[in-house]
């Protein structure tokens, strides 16, 4: 399996989709995010990940978040690459997330 192709393929995915969640239990075959080519090393909301990655999408102001859990992956679109527009993404991706979180807790 090529690692390249492989994270390509489940970028995809979680792009046509919006999010997917990968087990780790079918990751053995893949590379370190990093060492694919595709992810630079990230931070992120703090939700109990051990790492987080991004990748712009070219030709567009979207990104994908890759964040690295013990047990798995969770890949998902952010509307707004922080890389190209901190402002958007702080509106648009991060304060809804935070928001989201707020809720489950109360309940």
Not at 52 to 64: K, Q, T
Not at 67 to 75: H, Q
Not at 82 to 90: D, F, G, I, T, V
Request: charged share 25%.
């Amino acid at each position: 399996m090529d690692f390249l192709d492989s994270w390509n393929t489940l970028t995809a995915l979680a792009i046509i989709s919006g999010s997917i969640e990968i087990s780790k239990e079918y990751t053995s075959q893949l590379c370190d995010p990093v060492d694919s080519g595709i992810f630079l090393r990230s931070i992120g909301m703090q939700k109990g990940q051990k790492a987080d990655y991004r990748a712009s999408i070219v030709g567009s102001g979207l990104a994908v978040h890759l964040v690295e859990y013990e047990d798995s992956f969770e890949l998902h679109v952010d509307r707004f690459d922080p890389s190209k527009n901190l402002l958007q993404h702080l509106v648009f991706d991060y304060l809804p997330s935070i928001r989201g979180r707020m809720l489950q807790r109360r309940r």
